[in-house]
């Protein structure tokens, strides 16, 4: 069974910094591309980076470019993504996603399963 497991959001003040992480489990990690999705309240999934298998490609949406980072450790079978310089327009659900195909010319993925999400909240 594919389970997802995010971890690490919370509350935090803007400027300040969390890691989420996912640990991934049942199926080859490594042979697939991870992204991380994010939803904010009232609004539509919104795309945040994405990774590719050996981990030297990334990619960020605009709004994440420059201060988040994304990550994997394939032994580990883990996903993480670095956020800094947090903002309020950053508070969402994100979740980690499992990508089926990518396109790196339009930035668009299809994902066939997600975790459960983990909280991130930005605000004073």
């Known amino acids: 069974e594919v389970q997802l497991v995010e971890s690490g959001g919370g509350m935090v003040e803007p400027g300040g910094s969390l890691r989420l992480s996912c640990a991934a489990s049942?199926?080859?990690?490594?042979?697939?591309?991870m992204s991380w999705v994010r939803q904010a309240p009232g609004k539509g999934p919104e795309w945040v980076s994405v990774?590719?298998?050996?981990?030297?490609?990334?990619y960020y949406a605009e709004s994440v470019k420059g201060r988040f980072t994304i990550s994997r450790d394939n032994a580990k079978n883990t996903l993480s993504l670095q956020m800094n310089t947090l903002k309020p327009e950053d508070t969402a659900l994100y979740y980690c996603?499992?990508?089926?195909?990518?396109?790196?010319?339009?930035?668009?993925?299809?994902?066939?399963?997600w975790g459960q999400g983990t909280q991130v909240t930005v605000s004073s």
């Open positions: 990774i590719n298998i050996g981990g030297g490609v990334e």
């Open positions: 996603a499992r990508v089926t195909s990518w396109a790196s010319h339009s930035a668009k993925g299809e994902y066939d399963y």
């Open positions: 049942g199926f080859a990690f490594s042979i697939y591309y």
